[in-house]
């Protein structure tokens, strides 16, 4: 019998732990696959690490990763990546708006030898201002990394295969969505609708949206930084053709005044090359900061039933 292992980041989230563990087992009892379930208590200061701590009590097969502080919702993922030993591994947010009901579609994917398995939303009840901002940052990935899903995801199923590969990696990791994409794996995308939000309020503002966005636009194969070395590229190239227009003009037309052609010309000369060689910088300063974020990004307090 196949193991499965459920990853659970935990912010704030007191109202939804028992609701959520009732579901989550009786999809198991569905199912009858043998799980484990890890709750990583990203720093919560509402009374959601005792939730778990009677949850872990009943339920030897439940664990709790406690960290140090609030480290974020995707070094949460890492944290309990780290720790996870199912042959399968899949995560879903404490909130209950992504039903823990989706796991029996992940897992009968996975279980047809899809090493990756992707939940995106068929429709969700946030309000015109999520979804538009979501819609705008999914198109933009979708552009920048071909095989992203236009409609974005945040659940997802992946095999023990991949999650060594990952752990294989080390800690040179910010984003796992991302990092699941790399591998080069066919993936197998389902859709669900996503709940409304019944009980307390999003963690995820305007802000923390932005900052992922962004980051995760930067962290892409087609970075800014490398849009940066060919747009310098591209200008060094178009200033020796005006350059050499300048040139013609000068010989065959005449120049406004005396002087114009030379301080064309260098000004031309030396503003793509110095845009072409802050590429060639931006370029290795990508290199160092993904050689120097080799580090945890984490810090793990405690556990209650620590993963075996």
Do not use: W
């Not at 050499?244 to 031309?268: C, D, K, R």
């Amino acid at each position: 019998m196949k193991k499965i292992s459920v990853i659970i980041p935990v912010y704030n989230n007191q109202q939804t732990l028992h609701k959520l563990y009732q579901r989550l087992v009786r999809v198991f009892t569905k199912i009858k696959q043998n799980y484990q379930i890890i709750f990583i208590d990203d720093g919560s200061q509402d009374q959601s690490y005792k939730k778990i701590q009677k949850i872990c009590l009943k339920d030897k097969k439940i664990s709790c990763i406690k960290l140090s502080k609030n480290f974020g919702q995707r070094f949460a993922l890492m944290a309990g990546l780290k720790y996870a030993t199912g042959d399968y591994l899949i995560n879903i947010d404490a909130d209950l708006q992504d039903p823990p009901e989706i796991i029996e579609k992940i897992f009968n994917e996975l279980r047809k030898n899809n090493n990756v398995v992707l939940a995106a939303r068929r429709s969700s009840s946030e309000n015109i201002f999520k979804k538009l901002s979501s819609s705008i940052q999914h198109r933009i990935l979708n552009y920048l990394i071909k095989n992203y899903p236009k409609e974005g995801f945040t659940v997802f199923g992946i095999s023990k295969k991949v999650v060594q590969e990952i752990k294989d990696r080390g800690n040179n990791i910010s984003l796992l969505q991302l990092e699941i994409l790399n591998y080069g794996y066919n993936y197998k995308t389902i859709y669900y609708e996503r709940d409304k939000r019944q009980i307390g309020k999003s963690q995820f503002n305007f802000t923390s949206r932005l900052n992922l966005a962004i980051e995760m636009i930067t962290l892409t194969t087609f970075s800014l930084l490398r849009f940066c070395l060919f747009l310098g590229f591209f200008l060094l190239l178009a200033s020796f053709g005006y350059i050499i227009f300048v040139i013609y003009t000068y010989f065959n037309v005449g120049t406004p005044f005396a002087g114009y052609s030379p301080i064309i010309i260098v000004s031309l000369f030396l503003g793509g090359l110095n845009i072409f060689m802050l590429g060639i910088l931006a370029e290795y300063i990508s290199v160092i900061l993904r050689e120097t974020r080799s580090y945890n990004k984490f810090n793990v307090q405690s556990f209650l039933n620590k993963p075996k």
